[in-house]
């Protein structure tokens, strides 16, 4: 019975996921919503496709249109012409190739063995893509058919043409693909959680209140933050190639991110770096004595109000970029945080118990916080 227990919660947690899903998808815009409306215009696509091919030109192989139509309705408009050209080149090729060889040998099963083998190598042709694989699908279509001829194999040629015509044209036509919220939201949620653990890393060293334990957590944060980062690089550039050949780009109807993206991926990498190689420092000391280094230091509370300044700069660097924040505040921030990290220089000497390790502790984080000012620097929101 506790596999059935397993079971039904697996269930029960699909079933929630789908439903908070489809409430996001109403509620707004947003992922959930895109992807409604991309499964939407596949159906449509296809149901054009076999409209007119199946139903209104009772075309021989009519099927072919709509099954090209449905699977390049892709999720940008680029990718859709991109990925058309290859599949009709990749369907083309096998159908022509499967068509001679088996009138050929005036036979389908030997024409399979010579034939699907060629195919599916070719699919691997760098030039074809991920659409290689259609090659050994229109060779298997010719070799499976009722009969095979040049006029049948010229028909399924034209009608995956028609096909691929309709459901670009649909992806193209009917509300095209953009996702300029992506990046957005990618790196706030990265600017969220950088300024997070920054903060509760600086409420552990001020309060001396942590272990191995927790310095474990905030470093697994911290590396959870280098993969927010990538995801926001991957989103701009879906972003960016939404936009190509996307007539709403023609039509101004928006605009695509600028070099602000740009930076801010930039300076987001160096948050990630920074905040890692600090939490993996608390991390290592906590394995060792920490009688000399952690938490008594005497740079220990001033750090850690260094990090609750670097927190609230990142937090001002997003606004600047993206919200309402300004430059002049920021400016102000990195100045502050410029003025705290020179004064934990001069207090080095001075804290510094004699012991090397402790020196290198102390040396591997002002470098790193050096370097993360640097990055910081104020910007101009319309850059």
Known sequence: ?????????????????????????????????????????????????????????????????????????????YRSIAHGLQQLAAIATGTVVATAVALALNSTLPAMAVVLPATVLLGNWRRLGSQGIYAATGALFVLTGPSVGFVTSAARIGEAVFGALVGIAVNALIRPPTYLRSPRAALH???????????D??????????????????????????????????????????????????????????????????????????????????????????????????????????????????RLYSEARFGDGSAEELGKAVQGLRDTLGELRRRLPDAATGDPEDLATYGTLLTQARRLTDQLVPVDPSG
Request: net charge neutral.
């Open 189 to 199: 949620d990265a600017a969220e959680e950088a300024r997070s653990v920054m903060e």
């Open 1 to 77: 019975m506790h596999w059935f227990h397993t079971a039904a919660r697996a269930v029960r947690g699909q079933l929630k996921g789908g439903a908070l899903a489809a409430h996001r998808a109403w509620s707004g815009p947003g992922r959930e919503r895109d992807l409604l409306v991309q499964a939407v215009k596949a159906a449509l696509a296809a149901f054009l496709a076999w409209l007119a091919a199946g139903w209104w030109l009772q075309a021989p192989v009519a099927f072919v249109a709509p099954w090209v139509a449905i699977v390049l309705v892709e999720s940008t408009v």
């Open 201 to 314: 890393v600086a409420d552990g060293l001020d309060g001396a209140d942590w272990d191995a334990a927790r310095a474990g957590e905030w470093h697994e944060r911290a590396l959870h933050l280098s993969r927010l980062v990538d995801q926001a690089r991957s989103a701009l550039g879906w972003s960016r190639e939404s936009l190509r050949v996307n007539p709403r780009r023609r039509a101004r109807a928006v605009a695509g991110p600028g070099s602000a993206y740009d930076d801010a991926v930039t300076v987001f990498d160096y948050v990630a770096v920074h905040t890692a190689g600090v939490t993996r420092t608390v991390l290592e000391t906590a394995g060792e004595d920490r009688t000399l280094s952690w938490p008594g230091a005497p740079l220990a509370r001033p750090y850690a109000a260094f990090l609750r300044q670097t927190a609230e700069a990142v």
